[in-house]
């Protein structure tokens, strides 16, 4: 485990113990050997069912969903399997199409100096409470506590 950083590592044994109780669930073993075609079809099935249960039951958005995929992809190349994303056309079709589903988020815009401007022109009515709330925005926004 040591080729990827501790934070990384983390992600990925989290992913991994997702994915054991995924197949200890369907009663077969979280390693995708698939010898011939019908057992690699088998094993694309397993990673597709995987995909629409994160996306759909567990609300998961594509970035966090290819997370997972490279975990499972990593523990099986550290345990010497082959890797099981490789060749699965449908399994990057599968998270493509979450991609698109996914709600996209409002960009946050950050605060600028105008945004201080009226702030304190709203937060100076000389009030005790409307310093320290002043003075909790400057601090805030010069440390970037934002």
């Not at 079809?41 to 997972?68: N, P, Q, W």
């Not at 100096?113 to 022109?121: I, K, S, Y």
């Amino acid at each position: 485990l040591s080729k990827i950083s501790k934070g990384t590592r983390i992600g990925y044994s989290g992913a991994w113990k997702q994915w054991v109780w995924f197949c200890t669930a369907r009663e077969r073993s979280p390693y995708l050997w698939g010898e011939n075609r019908q057992d690699r079809l088998e094993d694309e099935e397993v990673l597709l069912d995987c995909i629409v249960h994160l996306a759909d039951r567990m609300k998961r958005v594509e970035g966090t969903i290819k997370s997972k995929l490279m975990s499972i992809r990593y523990f099986h190349l550290m345990y010497g399997a082959d890797d099981p994303l490789k060749d699965r056309n449908r399994v990057w079709m599968a998270l493509d199409g979450v991609k698109r589903k996914q709600v996209k988020s409002e960009r946050k815009w950050p605060v600028d100096e105008a945004m201080l401007h009226w702030l304190q022109g709203r937060y100076s009515q000389g009030c005790d409470d409307d310093y320290t709330l002043w003075a909790a925005i400057v601090t805030g926004w010069f440390f970037l506590l934002r």
